[in-house]
């Protein structure tokens, strides 16, 4: 049977960096209640004239350097993003225009959880046999649709990117088995119902771009935090404990947790209902804040680098975001 093995990550934030007390000195808020809420210190914000493929392009290619693969080789590129550098063409697509690559490229679209959704949609190309190597980047750059006067959602995101290579392997053991190794299970769920307690309103079709729009801060992310905070920590603590069980895997063999990068307290949550120790879960947002879809692939890529993945490992992802989306995927290293 193939399976898809992860052989290669890389990461990408922007140089700039806004910290607590940089949003302190335009909203009413400090340091402190950011600290203790969500757990976040600072966050990367792209500049003017960035955007949100040059990030992709630079985590694509440590992704490639640390998988030993050229991008040259690459067969087709999947970008979670819902932050493209414009409505069209894809950000995919953008991003291999700049690694100077042909082929197959396209962005999956599931805000916060892009990229469990996407690994999921990058495993099924792989096992259906399409393709042998792919490129998965999860790239974001919310700092663009902040309303830096909002200090309900602007203290929250950070833009980054973060880059997985992902390879077709021949195996012969079924998922429970020790030796069976790469992506093993995923639970994908929604909920449509909450599609206005997280959002940009404008941009789309539903309201097109105006003056109108642009004076009524249409364009920018409006989020009702407390209904998200609820339902991420049931949602996400039920997906993991779904995935775990399609491959009869239990909380208690799972090594390590890179859970989307939210909020402290939902990680700590999740922690609480799946029984899994606070001590597994890798936790950056201190650092980059919520980076949506990128924040997986960048504590991963972190994990990885710094020793905490090893062959073998057992790891679990989950994330949650606008939609409701959210899902959570079980991987052996
Ligand atoms: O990636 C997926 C999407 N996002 C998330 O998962 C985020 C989920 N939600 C959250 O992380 C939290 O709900 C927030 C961090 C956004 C808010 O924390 P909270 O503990 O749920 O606060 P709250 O909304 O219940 O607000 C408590 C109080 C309010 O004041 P009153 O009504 O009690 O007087 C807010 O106005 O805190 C106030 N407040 C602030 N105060 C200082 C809200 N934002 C701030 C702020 N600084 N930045």
Known sequence: MIRTRLVGTGRCVPERVKTNDDIARRVDTSDEWIRTRTGIRKRHVLGEHETTSDMAVEAARQAC???????ADIECIVLATTTPDMPMPSC???????????????????????????TTVVDGLIRGGLYRRVLFIGAEALSKFMDWDDRTTCILFGDGAGAVVAVADEQDVPASDPRARGILSSHLDGDGRFWADLNIPAGGTALPPSVETVTEGKHYLRMNGRVIFSQAVRNLSDACEQALRKVELSPD???LVIPHQANLRIIDAVARRTRIPQDKFVVNLDEYGNTSAASIP???????RAGRVDE??????CGLGAGLTWGAVVVRW
């Open 65 to 71: 350097a640390s998988a030993g693969i050229a991008p």
């Open 92 to 118: 995919a697509i953008m991003t291999q225009h700049k690694l100077g690559i042909r082929g197959p490229a396209f962005d999956v679209g599931a805000a916060c959880a892009g990229f469990t959704y996407g």
């Open 253 to 255: 063999e799972v090594e």
């Open 298 to 304: 960048i504590a991963l890529d972190e994990a990885v």
């Open 312 to 317: 073998g490992t057992l790891l679990l992802h």
